[in-house]
Structures are given as structure tokens and as C-alpha cells.
């Protein structure tokens, strides 16, 4: 089955407007709730369970779950302002459309699959991934793709994947099966599982999928891709058990047994008549857009675009009906088929199949554990026989409904945060042991920390640093810096032309990023710069148009690669040396932060994300480090970012209850609990507060300690 | 549970019951066998990190009157009969402390995997990435004193991986200034600093009831270990402020020379592990305009190390080491350059039990290969694990649950040990 995504785009797009088959999230999370009280009924489950937290706590936990956010004064007002009654259903809705949904959650999947954007084509696969969850790829579907993928880094975003292990097949072979099915084979590599059903030869079956992709690199054109040989390099018996013998190539074997395929199990039927739904629905587009566009159809996408724009997307909807003539345009399977590796379709297309019970388990449980807190199966990337689910029928029921849906990721995040286990509150007050038996049982939330880009944007939300918020030239600074200056040596003189026909910029970047770095003033591990993904992705589109090109490329002579070498290096730098000097430098530090889960990831090692465990994404089966650190504390107690979210501004609606003429600092004080922890503070706590702001030499002083004091709070970290 | 955790539960199972006793032998000390049978000799490492694969034809292991000599000559050195190359002159006044190992026989070629080999003593396979030394020394030997045990100066230090988070590196970009994390924000005086950590250790009090994370204590002791840090005296041996100008000038003011004299005064401080990173050893054109270069900085701020560490008595307890993934090939190129060569190198050791004055191993007349004493690349990491008295073969978890070794084989160079 040979499905193209741009396609199945046009169809989602479609059935939102004709309001076709659209599941009510409430009743979905009910029916999962009933699922799991019941199996926990059948595991004589006895422990009284934790109440659903109250509607704040929910918005908070919602917001930092689907947008990576806490929320924001006015959307804790409009949140109140809606009836008790479909508050959170209506919360649910605005959040998974919110473009930061999109954000929030490509770092998750950017995090399962380990794509890294200086990797060879990470950021072309990063911003894939952006558009796969904007577009609600089916997940099957997005599985095929990078399983399958070859070409060119960057120009075919997918084929990140591969190259992400240097199509290593052995890599691979462990990577696909734990990251896709939560199976673990890798120590089946060297020697036969001890406790597991795995041997070496399942795994060097699996690895046999892998076996004909070889990775290249043009070291002239700086390209990196893969392709296909005729030859596989994984042979049987291993290398060093040989003993003279003949290594013989290994045929492919898929690792477990498939449902089998006259078998109809319900969840399937419905898969079908899903998938059968959407199909109709590209047809009917694919029709009606053969006609003449009326006047009616392009005020209607003028509307849809109008819309779009004021709820805040950055970029316009397409037009429905020309993208699907379009995509009929580009439909060319056998050429899609050609960029594809046989083998690794194969593969894809039993890892990615809805008979494949594993595809479906591993990943509905993988987003479970994500949200709830605690994994049906944990570690998350560990299914065996000797560590199966706690909940077989909860897990049966997420995956039977996640396939049903079309592999359809929002559904699956939308019923699991409308269900009662993920609105449980904390065992508080307990033994530890009846807490970890409500935890077992889904019946109490574990405490749960922020990522570090949810806390990063989280202080940036709080704090009112994602805009200006001192008017301009109030926050003038000057500093003294070295900077380094370029001086000639002995009988050169020194040109801006000499220095750049040297190639030997670096003084004049020197006097650039010093006037960057004043503004961050030695704090740059917190800062980072917001990438476009929408732009990656049409370098991409760009980048495949000359990959024809770049593989035709004739060889180079000696001389020519010579002189692009020279060229690259810089000529001859010799005949500069550097001097520092200290210079003054006057800036307005009026600090702006753009978004964490904007930044290249992974970001810097000793960045801020990093330090709060965003990993390398180098591991596979390595999760984020929660754990509190020595260097957390000192980025968050002397950060820059900390500093600056405690400053009262301007232009924040506290700051006219703290100077001037309407002092309220009651108001001044509720303003900030909800601003920073989204509650109401308790009556102690206010006059607590109150007496802290009161002691500052100024108001702006005191609230700014009191702030600061609540954004370094356990409570501002730990979701309630 | 994963099955491989289990493979060497034997072991394992005897390990776990260390606190059990044999005739008043605990198993702990009866299993221990490198590394635990004598007394360390070191407290302490400066590791010099040269990135990019330094030439040792050009160092530590001239070739006089070869053709593959290139432009320095030997000189003479305070070591009977050791000469190094002329691009050292006040560092071969300090080669009486210093020991050369001239026949490392390397294996990879390639900077990555090369990089990965020394900084780990593993070769670098797919599904699991191994621990730098750093992380491995901090993570058998605790901080003296109220600074972090690992710091790494001028780049970054290799992942600590299983080790965790608490084994890897403090580091400092620019060596000699000050780390604004260090102190309160720009404009908070200490009084209100200190004030506001009061407040907020009072609100966390109050927090602690209301959730159930045991990481909560984590946090606590986070923040103390922070504020300790922020408070220490000891935070002084970051920072440069204070020397005379002559020491600027000993040493030379530049990065590496400030990453010397900050190196200096760390180790003095009780930290463990020290790396000081250098970069710019890819010397594939102009190899010796290049290392003339490099020799102009790291001379001067070397021999200072070498004769402060060795004035001061601190030498005895200071293992200094230099490594670069790589040497580079006897013959010069086209370009006046030499390039990638893993076939011999060598290394320089001084301090911590080291036997100074000597050389260890040589290559052959032309410096192609190892011509006696070969040395592998994990026998240097075992020498390591002899000075600071670790145990090179002991086994740590990885995230997969599989046992790894601190060091991938290899045995001490005893004879570096005198």
C-alpha cells in the first residue's frame, strides 16, 4: 500500500471543513476511564484513589502538557469565564490548536527518534516532523517514511533517520525495534538474550533489513545520502565465530509473528472504514477541484486564511483544491518507490502495520507514560515476556482505539488528557507504600517536573520576556569587554580587502559577537535563536531539485579541488596576528527571549535545556534526566533569565498596582501567584507576600524578590 | 526486568555483599585487584587535551637528521639524554619531571573515533556510549573541599553517559573570568540575596507537604551545594585577579596560559580532574608555522606549571598529563603539512608518582612504528587508574543494564612508576 501524505493532508483538511468524523474527546476519555477502572477492579485494586485535580491545577497541567507552556494571565481569565461544565473540554480544544501544540510535541517525537538538528539532514528532519504533527500525519504513516527513506541529507528530510546511525545496519537493527516496538535486541548482537527469547540470529535477521543501504558522503559537495546495493554486508556466522568458515549473507526475517491476516479483529475493521472515509474524501476533492474555482470558493479560503491569522498561526492555510491537484501532479509511485529502499519498505511496512501489535502498543504507551507520568509498560522501550503491562486491557483498549482513529496522534493525546488517570491528583498525606499502589494503578499522578524547555518557556511566559517589556533606552548598561583585533605582522598592511580576501573575518565577528554576547553579558547559555521550520523545509524541496545534479557531478581535477580548497580555507593567514584590547560598550538591556522548543536541539551541552535534561539524542533507550543538579540551582537562582522574569516592567499589567496612584498590592500579589504558579494565593500566603514586597526598598524591588522567590520554588516546577 | 543486567549476577551477587567478611577480609577488598593493592600515588590530574592530533615528530619524539625531521632540531633537556624539540626551550629545563611515552601504538584514524578511543580508552561502537575518563576518576573519587570535582577549562569535556550527571564536568569557557553563575544577578546585593534564599527556603518548606517527589530533597541539597559553592572561599581559585603581573607574564596571557595558571590553583584546591582543552593540532599545511605557534603559547605557560606544581610539593600528589588523539605522519606533505597518523604518537606525563627525567618505549628511526615497548592506547588509561588507586576493571551499569568496565583492558606502564 503505497499512500502519499500530502494527499491524506488534503483530506484531513477536507473533513474539518465538512465535519465529518469527529470524535468526541469527553466521551473518548470517559470510555478510556471506564477501561481502566474496570481492569483495576479485576487486579483487585482496593487503595482509595486520589481526587481529579481542581481547574486550575488542570489548566496548568494542560497547558504545560500540550503547549509546553504554563498559561498566561488572560488565558487563565477566559479559561474562568467558561462554564465549570466544558471548561476543560474547551480548554482541550484551544490547546491542541494552538500552534505551540506543534512545538511542544515534535520535541517529543524529535526526542524518540533521536533526530538531531546539526546531524546530517536533523533540522530538515526536525522540521518534517513539525509538519508531520501540524498535519496529523497518521503515525504509521511517519513510521514508514523514516524507516524506508533514501537520498539525500536535508533534501529528503526522512532519510535523517538512517543516516542519524550512519546506516549502520546493526545500529539500526537495535535502534528500529526499540524506538518502534519497544523491543530491545540490541544485546542479542553479541550474544544470545540470557532472559529473553531473542538469539543472535533474530537479530542479525532484522538487522538483514538494513543489510543493502550504504551511507555516502561527497566530501566536495558536502552532501551525505544513502543508497542501495545489490550486496548485503550482514553475514552469517558473525564476524570472529567464523573459524574459517564462509560467512554467507543473511536473509531478512521480521522478528514476531503478525495478526494474522484472514483474522479481522474489529479495530482493524474500523481502520479500514477510516482509512476507506478518507479515501472518498480525496476523491470528492480531487472532483470538485477540476471545476473553475468560484468567487464563493476563493473568499472562502481568503476567510480560512483571515482566521488562521488571527488566531495566531504564522503560517497561512493552503488552498485545499489547487494542493490536491497538485499532489495528483506529484503523485509518481514508482518513482517514490525507487527513493525507497525494497528491503526497508518491507520493513516498514510490518513494523508500521496495524497487525503488528507492538507498533501500536509501543506507542500509545510511550505518549501514556508521557502524559500520566508512568508508563502501562516501564521502561517505556522495554516490552519482553518478563516485563509485560501492568494494564493489558487499558493498553489493548489505547491501541485498539489509536489504530481505529487511522493511527491519528491528536486523538490519542486528546482522549488520554480528557481520561480520569490523567486528571488525578497527587497521593498526598499516605504511606509511601499505598502511594506507589496508586501510582501502580494509575489512581494518583506521580510528581511530575517540567522539561527544560517547558521551564525555560515557562520563566519566559511568567516573567513577560517574550516581548519588550521596559520601553526603550530605560535599561541603558555600559560594559567593558576584550575584544580581539586583527594587527598585521611585520610589513603587511591591514584593509577591510586584505582581511577578507584572507578570509579572516574573525576580528570583524570578534566585534560582532561581542555586541551580541553584551546583550547576554557572559549569560549566553540561556539564550537561542528561533529557527524556521517552514523555511528548512522549502530548502529541502530546493535541495531535491539539484540532487539530479549533484550526482552527475563530474569528477574535479587536482588543481580545481585545490583552489576550492583555498578558497574554503582562507588563503593565507599568516600574515595576521591578534591583539585584545578592552573596550567600553554602552547597550539598552532590555531583554527578549525567543521560545526552547524553537532552538536547534539539541541545544549547546551546557545550555539551559541541557542542564534541566534535554539529552544529546545520541543513546537510544536513554530518557531525560529529571534529577536536580548542582548547576539547575545556580542557573536558576543567579540566571539571567530568572533576574530578568523577577523585574516587574512597565508594560506588565502588574506594574500600575505596585507605583502610581492605584496601589493594590493585594492585587499586586494575586497577580503574581497566578501569573507564576496559575492559582489563587491562600489568605497567609497573601499577607506572607505582602510583607516580602513591603520589605523591598521599593515596591518594584519587593515583588521583584517575591518573584523571583516563586519562580525558583519546587511548586513552579512540579506540576500540581 | 532486561535479561542482560542479569548475565554476571554471580559476580555481581559477591560484589553486593562487600560489606560481608572472609577471615576479616571483606570480599570487597579480597575481589580487588588492580589498582586496590597499593597505595595511589596521585590525588589529583591535569589533563592537557591537544584537539586535532599534535605531531610528535615535532615534540616529544624529534627525528635529527631524517627526512622526516622537517624544520626543528633537538635540544637538550634537564632529563640525561632526553631531547625534545627546540619549539620547548623552558620546558626542557622542567624534562627532569617529566616522563615521555614515545610508542603509543594507535589504531583510529579518524578524528571522532580517535578522539573517542583516548578520551575513553573504548573504540566507539553503536550502542553505547562510554564515559570520559574525567567522569570516570570523579565518579571512584570524591571532591576535596567545596569545589566541583571535575571542572573542564576552554571546550567541553566528553559525556560522563552512565556515569550521570553528577560525574560530569564544571566548565569554564574562558578561563580567569568570572562565571556570572557564581554570584547573585547584576544589582542584587548580598543582603537581599541572601534574603530572598531564606524566603525561598521557607516556601519550599511549606511546598513539601503538598507534593510526594523524593526529588524534592535532591532539590534541597542542589540548592545548599550551590549556595556553598557561591559562598566558598575556594571559588577564588577560578579566578586570576589576584596574582602579580609577573605571573601573567611567566605564563603568557593567553587562553591556555590562563587555563594553566587556573589549572594550578584548582588542583591545589582538592579538585580531581582538570581539563584543560587546546585546539588547532591539525596541522595538515604549515605544520611547523604552526607548531612554532603553538610552541610560543604552551612553552612558557608548561614549564611554569610543571616548576610551580613541583616548587610548591604539589607535583607529588598532581599527575600531569598531555594527549592528543593522534600524531602525525613522518612525511611532510605538499603543503608543508603532515597528516592524520595513529600508527605511533606520544604522550607526556610529569608528577603523581610519575618518574620523571625518563622515556618509555620508542619508534622507529624514521617515526613510522612502535620500534620497542609498544603501548596501547587503554594501557594508558590503566597507568591513570594505577596513580589515583583505581580499579580499572571494575563494573558499572549501563542504561541497557549491561556491565562495562571503567577502562577497556589494558595494564599500567609500570615503568613509568620508577
Redesign the interface.
Known amino acids: 500500500m503505497a499512500r502519499t501524505w500530502t494527499v491524506i493532508c488534503v483530506a484531513v483538511l477536507t473533513a474539518a471543513n465538512s465535519g465529518v468524523v469527529s470524535a468526541d474527546p469527553v466521551v473518548d476519555g470517559d470510555r478510556l476511564s471506564k477501561v481502566l477502572n474496570q481492569e483495576n477492579a479485576e487486579l483487585e485494586v482496593s487503595v482509595k484513589p486520589s481526587l481529579l485535580v481542581d481547574d486550575t491545577a488542570y489548566l496548568r497541567r494542560a497547558s504545560v502538557d500540550l503547549i509546553g507552556r504554563i498559561p498566561n494571565h488572560q488565558e487563565i481569565q477566559e479559561y474562568l469565564a467558561w462554564s465549570a461544565a466544558e471548561r476543560r473540554s474547551k480548554l482541550i480544544d484551544r490547546l491542541m490548536d494552538d500552534p505551540r501544540f506543534v512545538d511542544r510535541w515534535t520535541t517529543f517525537l524529535a526526542d524518540m527518534l533521536r533526530l538531531r538538528s546539526n546531524s546530517p539532514g536533523g533540522a530538515a528532519a526536525l522540521a518534517f516532523v513539525h509538519k508531520a504533527v501540524e498535519d496529523d500525519m497518521p503515525y504509521d504513516e511517519m513510521a514508514r517514511r523514516f524507516i524506508s527513506a533514501n537520498g539525500k541529507a536535508g533534501a529528503v528530510p526522512e532519510v535523517a533517520y538512517v543516516l542519524g546511525?550512519?546506516a549502520?545496519p546493526?545500529?539500526l537493527a537495535?535502534v528500529t525495534s526499540q524506538v518502534f516496538m519497544g523491543i530491545?535486541i540490541?544485546?542479542a548482537?553479541c550474544?544470545d538474550?540470557?532472559?529473553?527469547r531473542w538469539t543472535r540470529e533474530d537479530f542479525y535477521g532484522f538487522a538483514a533489513y538494513f543489510g543493502k543501504t550504504r551511507r555516502y558522503e561527497n566530501q566536495f559537495t558536502n552532501t551525505v545520502y544513502t543508497q542501495e546495493t545489490t550486496t548485503t554486508s550482514v553475514l552469517w556466522p558473525p564476524e570472529g565465530d567464523a573459524e574459517g568458515s564462509e560467512r554467507k549473507p543473511v536473509l531478512p526475517k521480521f522478528l514476531i509473528e503478525l495478526i494474522d491476516s484472514k483474522a479481522r479483529p474489529d479495530f482493524i475493521a474500523r481502520l479500514e472504514s477510516t482509512r476507506k472515509s478518507e479515501q472518498d474524501l480525496i476523491e470528492a476533492s480531487l472532483a470538485a477541484s477540476s471545476k473553475d474555482a468560484s468567487i464563493d470558493d476563493l473568499l472562502l479560503g481568503a476567510a480560512d486564511k483571515a482566521l488562521d491569522r488571527a488566531k495566531g498561526k504564522k503560517k497561512t492555510s493552503f488552498d485545499v483544491a489547487s494542493e490536491a491537484r497538485r499532489a495528483r501532479e506529484s503523485i509518481d509511485l514508482e518513482a517514490d518507490m525507487r527513493s525507497q529502499s525494497e528491503l526497508r519498505r518491507d520493513l516498514a511496512e510490518l513494523v508500521a502495520s496495524p497487525r503488528n501489535r507492538y507498533f501500536a502498543w509501543n506507542f500509545v504507551n510511550r505518549v501514556w507514560a508521557d502524559l500520566v507520568g508512568r508508563g502501562i509498560v516501564e521502561p517505556v522501550d522495554?516490552f519482553?515476556d518478563?516485563?509485560g503491562p501492568s494494564h493489558p486491557k487499558t493498553l489493548d483498549f489505547l491501541a485498539d482505539e489509536f489504530v481505529a482513529s487511522g493511527f491519528k496522534f491528536k486523538s490519542l493525546v486528546k482522549m488520554i488528557v480528557t481520561s480520569e488517570p490523567y486528571q488525578r491528583g497527587?497521593?498526598?498525606?499516605v504511606e509511601e507504600a499505598e502511594?506507589e499502589e496508586l501510582r501502580a494503578a494509575f489512581l494518583?499522578a506521580?510528581?511530575r517536573?517540567m522539561l527544560g524547555e517547558v521551564l525555560y518557556d515557562s520563566i519566559l511566559t511568567a516573567g513577560h520576556l517574550f516581548e519588550y517589556k521596559h520601553p526603550q533606552g530605560a535599561n541603558m548598561k555600559t560594559v567593558s569587554e576584550r575584544i580581539r583585533v586583527a594587527v598585521p605582522r611585520e610589513g603587511e598592511v591591514i584593509t577591510p580587502q586584505s582581511l577578507a580576501a584572507a578570509g579572516n573575518d574573525t576580528a570583524m565577528q570578534g566585534r560582532m559577537k561581542g555586541a551580541m554576547a553584551a546583550r547576554g553579558?557572559?549569560?549566553n547559555l540561556e539564550s537561542g535563536i528561533e529557527i524556521d521550520f517552514d523555511n528548512i523545509l522549502q530548502q529541502a524541496k530546493e535541495k531535491a531539485a539539484e540532487a539530479v545534479v549533484v550526482e552527475k557531478m563530474e569528477v574535479k581535477s587536482a588543481e580545481q579541488l585545490e583552489a576550492e580548497r583555498m578558497q574554503m580555507?582562507g588563503g593565507d593567514r599568516?600574515r595576521f596576528r591578534y591583539v585584545y584590547k578592552t573596550v567600553e560598550r554602552t547597550y539598552d538591556d532590555n531583554p527578549v527571549f525567543g521560545s526552547a522548543f524553537r532552538m536547534a536541539s539539541p541545544a549547546a551541552?551546557?545550555h539551559f535545556v541541557r542542564i534541566f535534561g534535554q539529552t544529546?539524542r545520541?543513546?537510544?533507550?536513554?530518557p531525560r534526566?529529571?534529577?536536580?543538579?548542582?548547576?539547575?540551582?545556580?542557573?536558576m537562582?543567579?540566571?539571567?533569565m530568572?533576574?530578568e522574569a523577577s523585574r516587574v516592567g512597565p508594560f506588565e499589567p502588574m506594574h500600575k498596582l505596585l507605583v502610581g496612584k492605584n496601589v493594590d498590592l493585594t492585587e499586586a500579589v494575586r497577580t503574581a501567584y497566578l501569573e507564576i504558579l496559575t492559582r489563587e494565593p491562600a489568605d497567609e500566603e497573601v499577607s506572607l507576600a505582602r510583607s516580602?514586597v513591603a520589605?523591598g526598598d521599593t515596591t518594584l524591588?519587593g515583588m521583584a524578590?517575591l518573584r523571583?522567590?516563586?519562580l525558583?520554588?519546587?511548586?513552579f516546577r512540579?506540576l500540581p | 526486568m532486561n535479561g542482560c543486567q542479569d548475565y554476571h549476577v554471580t559476580r555481581r551477587a559477591m560484589m553486593g555483599a562487600s560489606a560481608a567478611t572472609i577471615m576479616g577480609f571483606s570480599i570487597r577488598d579480597l575481589l580487588a585487584a588492580k589498582g586496590r593493592d597499593h597505595a595511589p600515588t596521585a590525588e589529583n590530574v591535569i589533563l592537557f587535551w591537544n584537539g586535532g592530533g599534535m605531531t610528535h615528530l615535532d615534540t616529544w619524539d624529534p627525528k635529527p637528521g631524517r627526512p622526516t625531521q622537517g624544520e626543528f632540531e633537538p635540544i637538550s633537556t634537564s632529563a640525561d639524554g632526553v631531547q625534545i624539540s627546540e619549539i620547548f626551550p623552558e620546558l626542557s629545563r622542567q624534562m627532569h619531571n617529566v616522563a615521555l611515552i614515545r610508542s603509543i601504538a594507535g589504531t583510529q584514524g579518524a578524528h571522532g573515533r580517535a578522539t573517542y578511543q583516548l578520551q575513553t580508552s573504548y573504540n566507539q561502537t553503536s550502542n553505547v556510549i562510554h564515559p570520559g575518563f574525567g567522569s570516570v576518576v570523579v565518579h571512584e573519587k570524591d571532591a576535596i573541599g567545596d569545589l566541583p570535582a571535575y571542572v573542564s577549562i576552554s571546550g567541553q569535556a566528553p559525556r560522563s553517559s552512565y556515569l550521570g550527571q553528577s560525574c560530569s564536568a564544571y566548565f569554564v569557557g574562558s578561563p580567569g573570568d568570572k562565571d556570572p553563575y557564581l554570584a547573585f544577578p547584576e544589582g542584587i546585593s548580598q543582603t537581599r540575596g541572601n534574603k530572598r534564599l531564606e524566603t525561598l527556603a521557607k516556601f519550599n518548606g511549606r511546598f513539601s507537604g503538598k507534593t510526594t517527589s523524593r526529588k524534592l530533597e535532591a532539590t534541597k541539597t542542589s540548592v545548599n551545594d550551590a549556595v556553598r559553592l557561591m559562598r566558598s572561599p575556594a571559588l577564588k581559585a577560578f579566578e586570576l585577579d589576584h596574582l602579580p603581573l609577573s605571573q601573567f607574564e611567566r605564563y603568557g596571557d593567553t587562553p591556555f596560559g590562563r587555563g594553566c595558571m587556573v589549572a594550578k590553583q584548582l588542583v591545589e584546591t582538592g579538585v580531581r580532574f582538570v581539563q584543560v582543552n587546546r585546539g588547532g593540532f591539525d596541522t595538515h599545511r604549515d605544520n611547523f608555522e604552526a607548531m612554532r605557534n603553538h610552541g610560543e603559547v604552551m612553552d612558557p605557560a608548561l614549564a611554569s606549571l610543571i616548576q610551580d606544581l613541583d616548587e610548591s610539593g604539589q607535583l607529588k600528589k598532581t599527575l600531569v598529563v598531555m594527549l592528543s588523539e593522534f600524531g602525525r605522519t613522518p612525511k611532510i606533505n605538499k603543503d608543508g603539512g603532515r597528516d592524520h597518523y595513529p600508527g605511533v604518537f606520544s604522550c607526556f606525563m610529569a608528577g603523581g608518582g610519575i618518574q620523571g627525567g625518563q622515556v618509555v618505549g620508542s619508534s622507529d628511526e624514521d617515526g613510522y612504528k612502535p620500534k620497542d615497548r609498544p603501548v596501547q592506547v587503554p594501557d594508558l588509561h590503566a597507568t591513570l587508574c594505577h596513580a589515583l588507586g583505581i580499579d580499572p576493571e571494575k563494573e558499572v551499569m549501563t542504561p541497557l543494564q549491561r556491565p562495562m568496565k571503567l577502562v577497556d583492558g589494558g595494564s599500567p606502564v609500570m615503568e613509568l612508576f620508577g
Open positions: 546511525d550512519n549502520d546493526m545500529a537495535g530491545r540490541s544485546c548482537q550474544h538474550h540470557p532472559f529473553d522495554d519482553s518478563s516485563n497527587q497521593a498526598v498525606g502511594r494518583a506521580p510528581a517536573r553579558a557572559g549569560y580555507d599568516r551541552p551546557q544529546d545520541t543513546q537510544v533507550g536513554v534526566d529529571h534529577s536536580p543538579s548542582m548547576r539547575q540551582a545556580l542557573m537562582l543567579n540566571g539571567k530568572t533576574h516580602i520589605d524591588e524578590d523571583w522567590v516563586l525558583n520554588s519546587n511548586e512540579y
